[in-house]
Nanobody, 123 residues
């Protein structure tokens, strides 16, 4: 089992920046596919970005392209979401999710979510 915990959320003014962290613990895979999602009040949860374990590619939602960037540490147990030029519409609870794990050359489906981190952007 893989556990995830987000941190780094908070209140920021329009145009500001925040960096969220997603720390993974529990069973250690060789690599992960990690997704960042967000859910604003009254809206459905939407994908913000996805870091693929297959080829290391990163996809971003159109709404955050050019403003958000995903990275991770060398140990691959922490994933970061750097959020720049924040807008009030970025206000949401942000979640990271472990979608797949690679171990011994095999890919395993995961469905592990963190509890979420609140990001509030004031206008």
């Amino acid at each position: 089992e893989v556990q995830l915990v987000e941190s780094g959320g908070g209140l920021v003014q329009t145009g500001g920046s925040l960096r969220l962290s997603c720390a993974l613990s529990g069973f250690t895979f060789d690599d992960y596919t990690i997704g960042w999602f967000r859910q604003a009040p009254g809206r459905e949860r939407e994908m913000v970005s996805c870091l693929s374990s297959t080829d290391g590619s990163i996809d971003y939602a159109d709404s955050v392209k050019g403003r958000f960037a995903v990275s991770r540490n060398n140990a691959k147990n922490t994933v970061f979401l750097q959020m720049n030029s924040l807008k009030p519409e970025d206000t949401a609870v942000y979640y990271c999710k472990a979608e797949r794990g690679i171990y011994g050359g095999k890919s395993y489906a995961l469905d592990s979510w963190g509890p979420g981190a609140q990001v509030t952007v004031s206008s």
